[in-house]
């Protein structure tokens, strides 16, 4: 069985036999807020672990929610069970705003933006009249169902875990999912996420507004099991504390949020006792301690303690359930001889240098052609230019008649082009099949909300086919379950190909895809280029690997100092003393 299934099942079943052992009142209050430390770690692992972003200004979220709901019970009148709707949407709407101007930032100024959001709020709060300024709201009721009183106590316990254990299953099942897929392709850079059809910075807001989410229902239940609330439970300090919840506990773990909490809240309690009897004065010396623990955590054991009990577990299988599943919609593809691609006087220019000057060629359906050159000469920045990734400084590109020269690179790929790099881009903690039905992107469409759901179990069914599909066209059906991170540099780039194949493109764009290959490798890597070819697909190849060009081209383009030097066939390139001269530096 699945280890996070596992847990789960363990943990939802310790939640009603906890409730109903003899435990004393304190260990209850204690486990209440281990529970609501641990929601909003939950949302952190997703942000910060998952997605690689870092924030500190989590606690200011949850003070949105306690505050929320507050003040409207207080001066309203209105049901808690209402209250929770309403914190929530101001919640989405501050996320928003916050996510829409900070996470355009990159580097170390993600944090600091959050960190100023943080401040901001926690002095707003401490500040206005309406919110009692540093005093807080007193005299809030606790959440009840007609007469039963849920809001302390054991009742609250089971609550509190209830909710913690749907946000563990609502996380579990959207990284298991195809945007859950594409969040976790957001650490290894833009580049990659948005070939294959991913709005990254789409992404990036969805995460920071589910994460977000997650803080204000730990706020509005923090603010009935208190029935007070201030603005020293939303500060900076907390936002801190919760962040180093989540690293302790294994920020790229949905159960690392729970041991962390746990653990962290634990630790701290027992710390603030024991440490003033030690040393014979009072002082917050626990924060001492934990700094300390930090720095010893991200040394030795930087995916923290739940990391420790993955490894002892050896990674499941993905049950193969698909081969009975419909396949996925296919795109029209262009007649023998059709132009599939035009290049008509690209041209880069940065500041005075110009990397490519006024490229031209074309490219027919069911043909192989070679973009070559000695380094330096412009081919990448080209390839770039074709797949958006770069913008041009003029000139256009055509693909199958239509214009897209002003596209950005996950447009392109919507509309039929895929690609692979230089320098082999994959998520290596995933799975090689999970990898390759990234690829598969743009032909689904179920989106966050019902892959938390898990209604979005028949389209995985088809992407999963799919992507076995093209493993085994490839070659490589015997490396589906294999984690992608553990394959030799061939498997590496045969995976990228089938990755780009997912795509169901009508152009495949290679750039050097036998670099660091041995030869029976590059051998296959022929074999698979032929066997596309022979199928009706186009190939752009960028190539340093001489005899693999000449041996799979049909056309060649010849580059030289970002200009176009001569084209023709492999037999005219090798006969032309230009092309000689511009790769060994002499016509004789």
Not at 87 to 93: F, R
Not at 575 to 583: E, G, I, L, Q
């Amino acid at each position: 069985m699945n280890k996070s299934k596992l847990a789960l099942l363990l943990l939802a079943a310790a939640v009603p036999v906890t409730a109903l052992l003899p435990l004393p009142d304190f260990w209850i209050a204690q486990l209440n807020y281990i529970g609501l430390y641990a929601l909003v770690s939950l949302g952190l692992v997703l942000l910060t672990g998952v997605g690689g972003l870092t924030s500190f200004g989590q606690a200011a979220f949850v003070g949105i929610g306690a505050y929320t709901t507050a003040w409207l019970t207080l001066n309203l009148g209105m049901s808690p069970w209402l209250t929770v709707f309403v914190g929530l949407g101001l919640t989405a709407l501050s996320a928003l705003v916050v996510g829409f101007i900070t996470l355009r930032m990159s580097g170390h100024y993600l944090p600091l933006a959050t960190i100023a959001w943080g401040l901001a709020l926690y002095y707003l709060m401490g500040n206005l009249d309406a919110l009692g300024k540093y005093d807080g709201l007193l005299g809030l009721k606790s959440l009840s169902i007609g007469s039963l009183d849920i809001g302390q106590g054991r009742w609250f316990f089971v609550l509190t875990w209830a909710i913690v254990l749907a946000g563990a299953v609502a996380l579990l099942n959207l990284l298991d999912s195809r945007p859950g897929r594409a969040i976790r392709s957001l650490k290894t850079g833009s580049q990659m996420a948005e070939a294959m059809g991913i709005s990254t910075f789409r992404y990036k807001v969805t995460i920071f507004l589910i994460a977000a989410l997650f803080a204000s229902v730990a706020g509005w239940l923090l603010a009935h099991f208190q029935r007070t609330v201030n603005p020293s439970a939303f500060g900076l300090k907390m936002g801190i504390e919760y962040l180093f919840m989540t690293v302790v506990g294994g920020v790229g773990y949905v159960w690392g949020a729970i041991v962390g909490a746990g653990l962290i809240k634990l630790l701290d309690d027992y710390l603030q006792v024991a440490l003033p009897a030690l040393i014979g004065t009072s002082g917050s010396y626990e924060v001492i301690v934990f700094g300390v623990a930090m720095v010893l955590v991200l040394k030795y054991l930087p995916d923290g303690l739940w990391s420790v009990v993955a490894s002892k577990f050896p990674r499941p299988q993905r049950v193969v359930d698909w081969h009975g599943a419909d396949d996925l919609p296919t795109r029209s593809k262009p007649a023998t001889g059709d132009l599939v691609l035009q290049v008509d006087k690209i041209r880069k220019q940065f500041g005075g240098l110009t990397a490519v000057n006024d490229i031209s060629f074309e490219i027919a359906a069911g043909q192989i052609v070679g973009l070559i050159g000695p380094n330096g000469a412009g081919k990448s920045t080209t390839f770039n230019l074709i797949t958006g990734v770069l913008g041009k400084t003029s000139g256009q590109v055509k693909f199958r008649g239509e214009e897209i020269t002003a596209l950005a690179s996950r447009d392109i790929s919507r509309k039929g082009m895929a690609r692979t790099f230089q320098h082999v881009k994959m998520i290596p903690d995933m799975t090689v099949l999970e990898n390759v039905a990234l690829g598969a992107y743009t032909r689904g469409h179920k989106g966050v909300l019902a892959s938390m759901l898990r209604i979005n179990h028949a389209e995985e069914q088809r992407l999963m086919k799919e992507a076995q599909r093209q493993l085994e066209r490839i070659g490589m059906g015997a490396y589906l379950h294999e984690q992608a991170g553990n394959l030799a540099m061939g498997p590496q780039r045969l995976m990228e190909i089938a990755r780009a194949l997912c795509c169901d493109p009508a152009l495949l764009l290679l750039d050097e895809p036998a670099a660091g290959l041995r030869h029976k490798e590059k051998q296959a890597l022929a074999q698979v280029l032929r066997q596309l070819q022979g199928e009706g697909m186009s190939i752009l190849l960028v190539e340093h690997d001489m005899d693999l060009v000449m041996d799979v081209c049909d056309h060649l383009v010849v580059m030289e100092f970002g200009t176009l030097l001569t084209r023709g066939t492999p037999a005219e390139i090798q006969a032309s003393p230009a092309v000689r001269a511009a790769y060994l530096g002499t016509e004789h």
